[in-house]
């Protein structure tokens, strides 16, 4: 079945820590893949988004992503976290057999001022 | 970016009665608009797919009975919950995407429904 998993439901960093989020789909052919982040009171936003070409996607906020085919992983990074970056991150898959975008259950980030 | 706008973004509401929440693109063209229920520390789940002038698609185990979508022009989808019980309490998002942006949504503010 298509699906995507997020490993992480809650991740606390302090201020200026690296982080990974990890994201995961099944297989199911060629895909879209988005990340969305949700900020406390406000509604979904795109963080970036991958279509096709350099498998590193830089997005907002100093947000990039990495998809690796092999591994059917499409994880999230930022080299330094800040307070704001406090909310909650969903991983997304379209896949091109389907109109639907799938989304994950969501990592909660948490970070220490 | 392009916008979507939901409407209401809260609603208190008596069990047995029914309640429409509106979605609205603002300045583009919705081909099609995409339902989603969350709840508190869950992920969107995925109620149904409406295309302009043609019925909502639901995914399994959404009553469309209860839960009437309808998407009569381009820049408009409601979610109309009927005879709204308790355990109908929840966030309501709407989605949207068009033609001019393939592959890519665009999301409404939600709508937070209490059934009393």
């Known amino acids: 079945a298509q699906s995507v998993s997020q490993h992480n439901h809650h991740v606390i960093l302090s201020e200026a820590a690296s982080l990974e989020l990890g994201c995961n789909y099944s297989?199911?052919?060629?895909?879209?893949l988005f990340w969305y982040v949700q900020y406390p009171g406000q509604h979904l936003q795109l963080l970036l988004k991958?279509?096709?070409?350099?498998?590193l996607v830089k997005g907002i906020k100093g947000f990039e992503a990495e998809f690796i085919k092999s591994k059917f992983s499409f994880n999230l990074r930022k080299p330094s976290v800040q307070w704001s970056d406090t909310a909650e991150y969903f991983c997304?898959?379209?896949?091109?057999?389907?109109?639907?975008?799938?989304f994950g259950s969501g990592t909660r980030l948490s970070i220490r001022p | 970016g392009a916008v979507v706008s939901q409407h209401p973004s809260w609603v208190i509401c008596k069990s047995g009665t029914s309640v429409k929440i509106e979605c609205r693109s603002l300045?583009?063209?919705?081909?099609?608009m995409f339902w989603y229920r969350q709840f508190p520390k869950q992920s969107l789940m995925l109620m149904a797919t409406?295309?302009?002038?043609?019925?909502?698609?639901?995914e399994q185990g959404v009553e469309k009975d209860k839960f009437l979508i309808n998407h009569a022009s381009l820049t408009l989808s409601t979610l109309t919950v009927t005879s709204a019980h308790p355990e109908d309490s929840s966030f309501y998002i709407c989605?949207?995407?068009?033609?001019?942006?393939?592959?890519?949504?665009?999301f409404g503010e939600g709508s937070r429904l209490t059934v009393l």
């Open positions: 991958y279509f096709s070409g350099d498998p």
């Open positions: 997304a898959v379209k896949y091109s057999s389907a109109s639907k975008i799938i």
């Open positions: 989605s949207a995407k068009g033609a001019s942006l393939p592959g890519e949504l665009f």
């Open positions: 409406s295309n302009e002038g043609s019925k909502a698609t639901y």
């Open positions: 297989y199911g052919g060629t895909v879209n």
């Open positions: 300045d583009f063209q919705a081909t099609t």
